[in-house]
């Protein structure tokens, strides 16, 4: 009787420890990436969360205490590139501070994602977005903008430390002109990514 | 021993049925935490072995367990990272300059009639037929103005996205047409499912640092006016565009709210939506 139940037991639970750990992040737990960082001698965990297609980036102490919660970042998952790896969630220390900086990317559509960079403001006591700033457009936005979404990451793209590149179309209002892929390109300067040069991409015809 | 064995065992299928639904970083994230309790607790787990063998002289096997499952896959995670395309045909772009003399049979013939209102009408369903009839391909200015304006304006009753700025979108971002995916009725390109499925098409990716032509999927609508009015409840629906719907009685502060949102990577796109509105008088369709 004894071996039945020990067999009926395993009959049961064997198979379901096929499918352990292949859920889709996101669809049961919330919790898309994690990353441990010192502040302030403290050990932190970034946490990048989706709930109810809200993506947010927080922040809690050693004490598991929520420090600091972004405001949504978008509504999906969305990777980006440094150091040549695809990747969801990044600390870093970019500007040579000694404060790492948060990285993290998110789709928002309807074509468009977002990469994100949070630094730490000491007087504030709290996390805020790097600006990224096109002087000639006018333009500051708390992210850099890419509408060309790849799987891959490779849309929004840490080149080094303090370059990044996004892909994104250039458009025309020439009705003879079609719209084309082009590189953006900006550099961390005084603490802001400044907008630099857009080319086309090359295209493979 | 064969008890502790079973007991191992149990344990082991019961964490397994546990993590069922589980993904690699929970399963991960869970082990680093048993890892870390493990860790604080081995001076007291020590103190009862301690104790444990002066009481009965003994063994103790079961202080080491429970490590094996620690070396899960991070790779994992990475695996859904690599892009899942396959490097295809280039032949592709076949629908430009299609079907544009559907567009102009809808405007034929019409002179005769005194009766105007028989006329507007018949005007307003010979537009509906050309648009039906519209498969997608570059359209001169005046005709996608008497194509989609209708529609825009329509659509724009419902979501408050201002008609003259759905009308430039869709211009600039197909290049008037000839980008648009005509068979998916998909406008401005959406990527992914829609309320009729989806349309495989070749498109260009970037890769390897070009852009080369691949197969993506597309999201496919029943009608131009279902492609707009998805369009448009992704605009109202994100918080991220939410100043523009406060100034959607502005379309050029509109299009200045969208480009500060982040729509476009192109800093200059609301100038161009702005330039494609005046120079095409699309200020008209505005509810």
Known sequence: MKKVIYTIFAMVLLPFSLFAGLAVPGEANPVLATEKFELDGQQMTVEKRIDDMNLTLRVLDA??????????????????????????????????????????AAFYGPNASGLYVFTYDTSAKTFKP??????????????????????????????????????????????????????????????????????????DE | MKKCKMLSLVLMMCASFFMTGCDAQ?????????????QQAMPAIRDAVGAFQNA????????????????NNAAETN???????????????????????NTNTANNN??????????????????????????????????????????AREASKKS???????????????????????????????????????ITMPTKEFINGRMVTVQGKFRKYNSWQESIEDHSKLLTGASRYA???AVRNDPDQFARELQKAGYATDPQYANKLISIMKSNNFYQYNN
């Open chain 1, 63 to 104: 004490d598991g205490k929520q420090i600091f919660t972004s405001e949504t970042l978008g509504s999906e998952e969305k990777l980006f590139v440094i150091d040549r790896e695809a990747v969801s969630l990044k600390v870093r220390d970019l500007n040579g501070d000694k404060v790492p900086e948060l990285m993290a």
């Open chain 2, 160 to 198: 408050g996205v201002p008609a003259s700025i759905i009308m430039a979108q869709a211009a600039l971002e197909t290049g008037w047409g000839g980008s648009a995916i005509g068979d998916a009725k998909n406008l401005f390109g959406i990527k992914g499912t829609g309320p009729a499925g989806s």
């Open chain 2, 56 to 71: 009965f002289n003994n063994n103790n096997t079961a202080a080491n367990n429970n490590q094996n499952a620690a070396n």
């Open chain 2, 26 to 38: 929970q399963i991960l994230n869970v082990i680093q935490n048993v890892a870390n309790g493990v």
């Open chain 2, 243 to 245: 100043k523009c719907m």
């Open chain 1, 130 to 203: 790097m600006q990224f700033v096109h002087a000639a457009a006018d333009l500051t936005r708390d992210c850099l903008v890419s509408d060309m979404r790849q799987e891959n990451g490779e849309d929004l793209m840490f080149l080094s430390d303090d370059v990044v590149r996004a892909l994104g179309m250039i458009y025309s209002t020439e009705p003879d002109a079609e719209p084309v892929a082009g590189f953006y390109f900006y550099k961390l300067t005084d603490g802001a990514f400044k907008f630099v040069e857009s080319k086309p991409v090359p295209v």
């Open chain 2, 110 to 151: 019409n002179t005769q009639t005194n009766n105007t209102t028989n006329t507007t009408n018949t005007n307003a369903s010979q537009t509906e037929a050309a648009l039906a009839n519209y498969k997608g391909g570059k359209l001169a200015p005046s005709e996608f103005a008497k194509l989609f304006g209708p529609v």
């Open chain 2, 79 to 101: 695996a859904a990272n690599q892009a899942n395309v396959n490097v295809t045909n280039p032949n592709q772009e076949d629908i430009a300059g299609q079907n544009t003399a």
